[in-house]
Structures are given as C-alpha cells and as structure tokens.
C-alpha cells in the first residue's frame, strides 16, 4: 500500500513539473529560454511515462521531443538572426 502512495506521489510531481515547465514556456518572451523549458518539459513528461511503465513512449519523447524538436528550433533561431526577445522592436 505505502509503495502504490509513494509511486502515486512520484507521478504526481513529475507531471506537474511537467505542465509548470511547458507553461512556463508559452509564456516566458526570450525565445531561448522559452525552448529550453519546452524541451525541460518533455523530458519531465518522459520520465513520467517511464515511471508508467512505457519505455518505448519513453524514450520516443525524449529523443524527439526533448532533443530533436528543440534542436530544430534552435537551428531555425540561429539561421534567421531572429533575437532573444519576441516583443522588442528594432
């Protein structure tokens, strides 16, 4: 019983780091920062579907939405010259 209530509670903080991150995310204005928390939050959400029992789901979003997506933006980022904050003018 104590093991279901500790693993309920380990799920339980994993996944609200998970929301807090990815919320973080949609609204933090330096765009950098905003893809770290993004990717700081799928991998918060890999980790809770590895605690589930899924670790070919896993896995999956830690490669590609951790690494690969973020990876990606941040390549865009760079190759646009676009800056760090979304709401300054030039």
Not at 63 to 68: E, I, P, Q, S, W
Request: hydrophobic content about 65%.
């Amino acid at each position: 019983m104590a093991v279901e209530v500790a693993l309920l509670w380990v799920q339980a903080g994993l996944l609200g780091s998970s929301f807090t991150l990815l919320a973080v995310a949609l609204h933090v204005k330096d765009t950098v920062r905003a893809i770290a928390a993004f990717a700081g939050g799928s991998a918060f959400l890999s980790a809770t579907f590895f605690v589930l029992g899924a670790p070919f789901a896993a896995v999956l979003e830690l490669t590609v939405g951790a690494g690969l997506i973020a990876v990606l933006f941040l390549v865009a980022i760079t190759l646009t010259g676009e800056g760090h904050d979304v709401g300054a003018s030039r």
